[in-house]
């Protein structure tokens, strides 16, 4: 089992930064893939991006070009914790998110992840 708990989100103006983080718990963490998605209201949620076990390859939506260049994943094995380090933020990046685990390589679906956190409200002001 792997517990997941967001955070970092909250309410920034346009232009800003945030780095959200998502810390793990359970003894497979470290062999899991990591993904963040969003959901806007209204909106379906969506894939954000993932990180493999090690953080050797990551891998980024590409159905949008609105996050390319302004979003970065990464993680920190030592302290079980996935960032995503959002800049440029944009009012269109308001949305709940959320970090899902999954063990095995990284996939951009969510019905390929296992484990699921609660998600943390990132909202942008204009």
């Known amino acids: 089992q792997v517990q997941l708990v967001e955070s970092g989100g909250g309410l920034v103006q346009a232009g800003g930064s945030l780095r959200l983080s998502c810390a793990a718990s359970g003894r497979t963490f470290s062999s899991c893939s990591v993904g963040w998605f969003r959901q806007a209201p209204g909106k379906e949620r969506e894939f954000v991006a993932t990180v493999n076990w090690s953080g050797s390859s990551t891998y980024y939506t590409d159905y949008t070009n609105s996050m390319k260049g302004r979003f970065t994943i990464s993680r920190d094995n030592a302290k079980n914790t996935v960032y995503l380090q959002m800049n440029s933020l944009k009012p269109e990046d308001t949305a709940i998110y959320y970090c899902?685990?999954?063990?095995?390589?990284?996939?951009?679906?969510?019905?390929?992840?296992?484990?699921w956190g609660r998600g943390t409200q990132v909202t942008v002001s204009s």
């Open positions: 899902a685990a999954r063990i095995g390589g990284p996939a951009p679906h969510e019905s390929n992840y296992d484990y």
